[in-house]
């Protein structure tokens, strides 16, 4: 069910970035609509763009790095419990939210994008569901590779 709803989850986000619309949780579409929209991103793994990184706009290369502040923030606070966890968390599921809903990225670049967020979008919802702090440190350790991984595929 949880894998149902990761997907669906994602789906919903995919549109909502492709449409640049404010993504809607509640509001899924059609699955078989996202694949026709991105088949090239779904299961590939990121790669260079023949070599070279592939290129962004200012607005997403701005909201990756509002994600990496956040994850800075988190790593030089003293407060390492749940709770704190669970803020940083939404902090980052906002900054996610963020992007998406500010995407104007199309053809490759966008698609390439993607194969880098879809990832971090499960690796955020996996967080959320962390029942203890040393889930969720482990599960943001993973976010953290995740999101230093931009800066080897991407530039302005």
Do not use: R
Not at 27 to 56: M, R
């Amino acid at each position: 069910m949880k894998k149902l709803l990761t997907l669906l989850w994602l789906t919903g986000t995919i549109l909502a970035c492709n449409n640049h619309q404010p993504a809607n949780h509640k509001n899924f579409n059609n699955i078989s609509e996202t694949d026709e929209q991105h088949p090239e991103a779904a299961g590939e793994k990121l790669e260079l763009n023949n070599g070279t990184k592939w290129k962004v706009d200012s607005a997403t290369n701005d909201n990756v790095n509002s994600l990496k502040l956040i994850l800075t923030k988190f790593d030089n606070g003293s407060d390492k419990s749940l709770s704190a966890y669970n803020k940083t968390q939404s902090d980052l599921q906002q900054g996610i939210d963020k992007m998406i809903n500010e995407c104007k990225m199309k053809g490759a670049n966008h698609l390439a994008l993607h194969k880098w967020l879809e990832p971090l979008i499960a690796q955020v919802t996996k967080f959320k569901q962390a029942p203890t702090a040393p889930d969720a440190a482990e599960a943001l350790n993973a976010i953290q590779s995740q999101v230093n991984l931009y800066s080897q595929y991407f530039n302005l």
